[in-house]
């Protein structure tokens, strides 16, 4: 999708939330009519009826937590800047994430530029940029094996003097077309996924005058940059 400046295009955001909320309404309809139909026969079928209603349930809840997710996402309206450092930042998403870390066996590489400028920013909203990059590398770590598992945090300035942070991960990767595609609300390739994470960090990249991208890493993974105008 589309984003203008720091609002996402109303009229294309609400076609997609529209699209992602009539999904789970349909099949609970569907679902709905096989669980009557089971139960309308001389011989009501239960079982099947029961598995019917179950299934309307978790519709009923990926219904709901699409609400939710687009009410995360449209939450910010104004940014309370202060002037910060960005490597601070980092060490609070880091340590906010220390056990899920651990756990998953991952290890991390840190490469902070000691003399950065300081930012003016949002830094609740700058951790949660850093948490989901962090979020997304772990989804991706955990398809491949432990000893490959790891994740390298980076902050320099790049040539035009903005703070650069990089999160650069040896997960899986990504397909070149589905590249094109991760910034698009509701876009995910995973089974639990809401496909929200990126278009978070993009509008909140985004209201800090800053962009976000991602390339493939080598000689696996994907590597996401981000700057601030500092
Ligand atoms: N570090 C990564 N490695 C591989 N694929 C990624 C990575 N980060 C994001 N993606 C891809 O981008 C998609 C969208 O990410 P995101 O917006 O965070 O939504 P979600 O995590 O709910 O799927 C993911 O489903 C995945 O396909
Ligand atoms: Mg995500």
Same mark, same amino acid.
């Given at each position: 999708?589309?984003?203008?400046?720091?609002?996402?295009?109303?009229?294309?955001?609400?076609?997609?939330?529209?699209?992602?909320?009539?999904?789970?309404?349909?099949?609970?309809?569907?679902?709905?009519?096989?669980?009557?139909?089971?139960?309308?026969?001389?011989?009501?079928?239960?079982?099947?009826?029961?598995?019917?209603?179950?299934?309307?349930?978790?519709?009923?809840?990926?219904?709901?937590?699409?609400?939710?997710?687009?009410?995360?996402?449209?939450?910010?309206?104004?940014?309370?800047?202060?002037?910060?450092?960005?490597?601070?930042?980092?060490?609070?998403?880091?340590?906010?994430?220390?056990?899920?870390?651990?756990?998953?066996?991952?290890?991390?590489? /840190?490469? $902070? =530029?000691?003399?950065?400028?300081? %930012?003016? *920013?949002? #830094?609740?909203? +700058?951790?949660?940029?850093?948490?989901?990059?962090?979020?997304?590398?772990?989804?991706?770590?955990?398809?491949?094996?432990?000893?490959?598992?790891?994740?390298?945090?980076?902050?320099?300035?790049?040539?035009?003097?903005?703070?650069?942070?990089?999160?650069?991960?040896?997960?899986?990767?990504?397909?070149?077309?589905?590249?094109?595609?991760?910034?698009?609300?509701?876009?995910?390739?995973?089974?639990?996924?809401?496909? /929200?994470? $990126? =278009?978070?960090?993009?509008?909140? %990249?985004? *209201?800090? #005058?800053?962009? +976000?991208?991602?390339?493939?890493?080598?000689?696996?993974?994907?590597?996401?940059?981000?700057?601030?105008?500092?």
């Amino acid at each position: 999708m589309r984003q203008q400046g720091r609002m996402f295009e109303a009229d294309e955001l609400a076609a997609s939330i529209a699209h992602e909320v009539n999904q789970p309404l349909a099949a609970i309809v569907a679902n709905a009519q096989c669980c009557l139909v089971s139960l309308g026969k001389p011989q009501p079928d239960v079982a099947r009826a029961r598995e019917a209603a179950e299934r309307i349930v978790s519709n009923g809840f990926h219904a709901s937590n699409v609400i939710r997710g687009i009410r995360a996402m449209l939450r910010r309206e104004s940014l309370e800047t202060a002037p910060l450092r960005i490597n601070d930042v980092v060490a609070d998403a880091l340590a906010s994430l220390s056990r899920q870390l651990r756990r998953s066996g991952i290890s991390i590489k /840190l490469r $902070l =530029s000691p003399d950065l400028r300081m %930012v003016l *920013a949002d #830094r609740t909203q +700058l951790q949660q940029v850093i948490v989901n990059l962090m979020r997304n590398a772990i989804d991706s770590l955990a398809q491949v094996p432990k000893r490959s598992r790891s994740v390298e945090v980076s902050t320099c300035l790049d040539e035009n003097g903005s703070v650069l942070v990089a999160v650069s991960d040896s997960g899986v990767g990504l397909d070149e077309q589905h590249l094109g595609r991760i910034f698009e609300p509701f876009f995910t390739t995973r089974k639990e996924g809401m496909g /929200l994470g $990126l =278009s978070i960090c993009r509008a909140i %990249v985004e *209201a800090h #005058r800053g962009r +976000l991208w991602a390339t493939p890493s080598l000689p696996r993974g994907v590597t996401f940059q981000f700057t601030l105008p500092s």
